[in-house]
């Protein structure tokens, strides 16, 4: 079965702070991963995805398949980026169906 | 292109009425999509469509739910009778067959009260 887990519902850190929200998956196949994020009482928008190994908004992503993980990073969190973000995968059989997992709030306090 | 369209924006209505929500989304796009976001549960996939043809139903809650894809530019999620706890965000999304990623609409905001 295909899953995401994300383990944290709320992340509060200080500005200028590292950030990392934590995802883990479980598929048995190659999965395509991808991080959505969601500003307050706005559509959904993809942030980045494992495919394209790139930093958006100084967001990066690494997938590692030992530890089933795709962890988002940002090593200095700014005000701007206090938002929800969901972790979602899709699964090798290219469906176009993607799991969301439960998401985690990101607040960045000043 | 404009993006995913979804209507209404907002919607309150009494318990036991029926909820008609509605898509229109990218042109050229083959899948769509109906999610459910609550605080409780995040986001849900209710049903998807490919070219039309409902793929997975799975996550639709119950009887109550149903949706329809009567062409490639519109679709419906229904919910009769609707009851408090439907209460939630409906997102739509939309998806070309590249797969590259899925296109969010804004949301239609219903609550039962």
């Known amino acids: 079965a295909q899953r995401v887990t994300q383990p944290e519902k709320l992340l509060s850190v200080f500005k200028g702070a590292p950030v990392e929200l934590k995802c883990n998956y479980s598929?048995?196949?190659?999965?395509?991963l991808f991080w959505y994020v969601q500003y307050s009482r706005q559509r959904l928008q993809l942030l980045l995805r494992?495919?394209s190994r790139e930093s958006i908004k100084g967001f990066t992503a690494d997938l590692n398949k030992g530890e089933t993980s795709f962890h988002l990073k940002k090593p200095f969190a700014q005000e701007e980026d206090s938002a929800m973000y969901y972790c979602?995968?899709?699964?090798?059989?290219?469906?176009?169906?993607?799991?969301f997992g439960q998401g985690t709030t990101l607040q960045v306090k000043p | 292109d404009a993006g995913v369209i979804q209507s209404p924006r907002h919607e309150v209505t009494e318990m036991g009425q029926e909820v008609t929500l509605r898509c229109k989304p990218i042109s050229g796009h083959d899948y769509l999509f109906w999610y459910r976001q609550t605080m409780m549960r995040g986001l849900e996939l209710l049903i998807y469509?490919?070219?039309?043809?409902?793929?997975?139903d799975s996550g639709m809650p119950e009887d109550r739910f149903s949706a329809k894809m009567p062409n490639a530019s519109f679709s419906t999620l229904k919910i009769q009778p609707s009851e408090p706890r439907d209460s939630a965000v409906y997102f739509c999304a939309s998806d070309s067959n590249s797969g590259n990623t899925i296109y969010f609409g804004e949301g239609s905001w219903l609550t039962v009260v």
């Open positions: 979602a995968l899709r699964g090798s059989s290219n469906t176009g169906k993607l799991i």
């Open positions: 598929y048995s196949g190659s999965p395509e």
């Open positions: 494992h495919i």
């Open positions: 469509f490919n070219n039309n043809v409902p793929i997975d």
